[in-house]
């Protein structure tokens, strides 16, 4: 088993708590809302949201993928850092074992936050990802990212 792994910025003019609290904390109401053609529903299978919960992810009709389950691992609100791994679903096909991601929001020097992310694919036996897939997985990322970062905009009393 190898381990590849990848790391992206996102800038943001909200400020870290009230992007964590939508993106993260709210994000099983909230992205079905912004991006239903991304992300259908949300389901917790098990727990309560707090590290061990299982979450079923059903993706919407603009996505080649039909749903996926996360593992929740780290939910720490004071420092706004997030991880979770897919544990089962269609990305993961043959081969992955699984997809890990840790996400901290920290405050900008602007009065705005920046989303650090970093993504850890465990590939079953040897496996070279492309760089266009890599790029596609970005993009998708950094327009939820947007999406939720528009919607907070528009709605400044939100969170």
């Not at 706004?80 to 074992?97: A, K, M, N, R």
């Not at 496996?127 to 970062?149: L, N, P, Q, R």
Request: with cysteine; aromatic share 8%; charged share 25%.
């Amino acid at each position: 088993m190898g381990v590849i792994t990848y790391d992206s910025e996102i800038t943001s003019s909200i400020p870290p708590a009230k992007m964590f609290k939508a993106a993260v904390l709210d994000a099983d109401n909230l992205i079905p809302k912004v991006l239903p053609e991304a992300i259908k529903s949300v389901e917790v299978l098990e727990g309560d949201g707090g590290p061990g919960t299982i979450k079923l992810i059903t993706f919407g009709e603009g996505s080649h993928y039909k749903t996926v389950k996360h593992k929740v691992e780290v939910v720490d609100k004071e420092n706004f850092v997030y991880c979770y791994s897919i544990i089962e679903g269609d990305p993961l096909g043959t081969t992955f074992e699984k997809i890990s991601y840790e996400t901290k929001i920290t405050a900008s020097p602007e009065g705005g936050s920046v989303c650090k992310s970093t993504s850890k694919y465990f590939t079953i036996g040897e496996v070279d990802i492309t760089e266009e897939k890599i790029k596609a997985g970005k993009e998708k990322a950094s327009a939820m990212f947007k999406a939720i970062e528009a919607y907070l905009v528009a709605n400044p009393d939100a969170y």
